[in-house]
Structures are given as C-alpha cells and as structure tokens.
C-alpha cells in the first residue's frame, strides 16, 4: 500500500520561508509512471501543480509562479521529498498535497495534471499573511 505523509505546513507573514517534508512509502517507479510532485489548492478551485521532479535523475520543473522561490527536492534514501518556499507571497496560501506516480511522457516531462497522479497524501496547510 502506497502512502505519503506530508508535514510541515503553518501560518507565516509573507517573506518568510518554509520546509514542506513528504515521506513516501510502498511506492515503487515505474518507467511510464516516474514523477513526484507538489501540488496546491485553494476551496472553489482545482490543484495546481506546483513543482515536479523526476526520482531518476533529479530534474524538475516548476510552475511560472512559484519559479525563483520554490525547490523541490528529494532524499532517495529516505523515500522523502521537500519543497523549501521562500519569500512567500499571500496568493502561495493553498493546501499543499505531495504526490506520486505521475504520468512520464517522452518529450513531454512530467504531467502537469493530477488525475495523472494516482498516489496523494492527506496535504498540509499553509497561510501567508500580507
């Protein structure tokens, strides 16, 4: 069974920097199936993905809004994956989900649709104040 927890979500004022943490268990890659991201969302609205990365190499991509101050990263040896967020802005405020599975397509990267992450965790707030 595939798991993820993610932790490190809370309440700053905007500027400040925080360390999103995700630990993933049960989960193996697959070729077609080889991406890991950060998504986000806010009620009314669909998830954005935020940030993903490839576990096999290490590359990522990154949203237009969050290009600059957001890194996604990610420990193999742990089964971990971060995203550090700096200089947080009050429209960054969402429910931040971890995800795993991602569909990986030749020339196209990681997908940028949720649907095509079948595995999330349960997600973890964060709120930046102006």
């Known amino acids: 069974q595939v798991r993820l927890l993610e932790s490190g979500g809370d309440s700053v004022q905007a500027g400040e920097s925080l360390r999103l943490s995700c630990v993933v268990s049960?989960?193996?890659?697959?070729?077609?199936?080889?991406?890991m991201g950060w998504f986000r969302q806010v009620p009314g609205k669909g998830r954005e993905r935020v940030a993903a990365i490839k576990p096999a190499d290490g590359s990522t991509v990154y949203a237009d809004s969050v290009k600059g101050r957001f890194v996604i990263s990610q420990d193999n040896a742990i089964n971990s994956l971060y995203l550090q967020m700096n200089s947080l802005k009050p429209e960054d405020s969402a429910m931040y989900y971890c995800a795993a599975g991602g569909s990986l397509r030749m020339g196209v990267g990681c997908s940028v649709l949720d649907y095509q992450y079948p595995y999330w965790g349960q997600g973890t707030q964060v709120t930046v104040s102006s």
């Open positions: 049960g989960y193996t890659l697959s070729p077609s199936r080889a991406c």
